[in-house]
């Protein structure tokens, strides 16, 4: 059975060993579901979004209503929030379309379905959101919440009025990105259920999130093709929806075809390496111990921790949900200093609780470390950190201009070196095996991508730029860090002030 720190490693950037792959364009995947002779029921577009700061919203300062009632409208404020299109490129074979939440190569493998459970206007059932139509197809005609509660193991009294399932197509991703697409699919679908997150704490709707259910299980019940696209999420918005109906006959098969919806190319190339390493995290029953402080067994010193500041009232240039929908990935940074209030509100932001009103940190969270390499930050003189989100506590690893080093470990994307800040997401990908098995680098790699789209809406919050960045020489980042053999670095997210935010 393969490992985390196996797959991670077979699929390492190696500068002297990085082979040619040519891009295949004419069975480039489509990045839209299509679902021949469905009719998808729109959702109302002209609706009020939430009017808070982004700071308010990631706090979850409401703490999240249970009980809430559902409808169109509001169905239809989440997913405008969570996955929408927001900017166009013209191209001349068509427009392209970029959404408001990052992804690797813009090529969006992360999908969203919903079983409803007595939202208002909308029958019970399965069904897909196409965020070109910004509509849902309907997939079932019987209500699954009931069947989903099993799968997910959560207890259908209060029962969710809308559950969201989160899945992605390996193909999208290693279309371009081969074997290591699967990080991308990891990473990419975080950003989305980060976006989705926030929705609904602005929103002020209790949700549960989990990673662990039975796979085969929800595969199943979505229809999808699961040696191409498979699930990796469930947000339950918590509280009574109406008492979810016992399903007078078994889940019905879907039709082939809803099944063929899952193939996103003529021409697909099937990487064994993605599906053998997914499927060996099925199935797991729950942690082997508890998982000790990650940030202590990355081989890294203890720092000298510091409390983080309070960032201060009123610096951000924009709200939520306009930082939200104006967020895109920005390269033109310049050499000008990131100011303490905007590194502390950065800080705080990846600080935040998982769930409104929520004291500790998740399991899920802590799977991840988190640091950072400031080049030029007021306050800060240049050097490796980590941070301590649970104490909301910063400290110095190593004091050097690292950053320049950096940005040639990424793949030579010169521009990163302006950046003030790379931020960086790390694990002990040894001790997530043996405490998780390889599901835990599903849970890292998701909140890693969590935390990414968060620093990309602090960014545009505070009139700053922000840019991921999956392609990095993955020894050489260990290397530059001092990680032990265990440890790698997952994801990398610069920030800085740029020329035109
Ligand atoms: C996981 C991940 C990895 C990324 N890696 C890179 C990278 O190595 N270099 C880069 O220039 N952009 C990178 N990006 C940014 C994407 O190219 C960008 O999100 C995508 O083109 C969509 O554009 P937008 O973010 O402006 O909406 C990455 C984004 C994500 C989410």
């Known amino acids: 059975m393969k490992t985390s720190i196996q797959y991670h490693d077979e699929t390492s950037y190696d500068r002297h060993r990085m082979s040619g792959h040519y891009l295949d364009w004419p069975n480039q995947p489509a990045v839209f579901k299509a679902y021949p002779g469905i009719d998808p029921v729109l959702l109302p577009k002209d609706v009020e979004l939430p009017d808070a700061s982004f700071w308010s919203v990631l706090s979850g300062q409401g703490g999240g209503v249970m009980n809430r009632e559902m409808d169109l409208e509001e169905l239809s404020r989440i997913f405008l929030l969570c996955y929408t299109l927001t900017a166009k490129a013209r191209h001349p074979e068509g427009d392209f379309y970029f959404r408001s939440a990052a992804s690797a190569g813009a090529l969006y493998p992360t999908e969203i379905y919903i079983a409803s459970n007595g939202v208002k206007g909308l029958k019970d059932g399965l069904y897909h959101f196409a965020p070109q139509h910004h509509g849902l197809v309907l997939l079932r005609e019987q209500p699954v919440t009931t069947p989903l509660s099993a799968i997910t193991g959560k207890p259908d009294t209060g029962a969710p009025v809308v559950s969201f399932i989160l899945t992605a197509i390996y193909f999208r991703s290693a279309w371009k990105y081969r074997a290591r697409a699967y990080r991308y699919n990891l990473l990419d679908t975080g950003h989305v259920i980060e976006n989705l997150a926030s929705a609904l ?45 016992v399903l007078s ?119 991840l470390s988190v640091g950072f390499l400031a080049a030029n930050v007021e306050g800060m003189d240049p050097g490796f950190y980590l941070v301590d989100p649970a104490k909301s506590f910063v400290g110095k690893v190593k004091p050097g201009a690292f950053t320049e080093t950096m940005t040639s470990i990424c793949l030579d994307q010169a521009w990163l070196a302006y950046a003030g800040v790379h931020f960086l997401f790390m694990a002990n990908l040894d001790i997530l095996d043996r405490v998780h098995g390889p599901r835990g680098y599903r849970y890292a790699m998701m909140v890693a991508g969590r935390l990414g789209q968060r620093l990309y809406v602090a960014a545009t919050a505070l009139g700053l730029g922000c840019c991921g960045i999956g392609a990095l020489y993955d020894g050489e980042a260990a290397e530059l860090l001092g990680l032990d053999d265990s440890s790698r670095l997952l994801y990398l997210v610069a920030a800085g002030t740029v020329k035109k935010a």
């Open 201 to 245: 704490k602005a929103l002020n709707v209790s949700f549960d999130l989990t990673y662990d259910f039975d796979d085969q299980g929800i595969n199943h019940l979505l229809g999808v093709d699961e040696t191409r696209e498979v699930a990796l999420a469930v947000v339950q918005v918590e509280g009574a929806g109406a008492a979810p109906a």
């Open 249 to 367: 006959e078994p889940l019905r098969p879907v039709s082939p075809q809803l099944v063929m919806a899952s193939r996103v190319s003529q021409k697909e190339v099937d990487y064994p390496v993605i599906r053998d390493f997914h499927e060996a995290g099925m199935g797991k029953s729950g942690p082997t111990a508890p998982l000790p402080e990650m940030t202590n067994h990355l081989g890294l010193g203890r720092p000298a921790w510091q409390k983080i500041g309070e960032p201060s009232a009123g610096i951000e240039v924009m709200g939520y949900p306009e930082a939200l929908l104006r967020r895109r990935s920005k390269r033109n940074f310049i050499k000008k200093r990131v100011t303490k209030p905007c590194m502390d509100a950065f800080l705080k932001a990846l600080c935040a609780k998982d769930h409104p009103g929520g004291t500790d940190r998740s399991s899920y969270e802590e799977c």
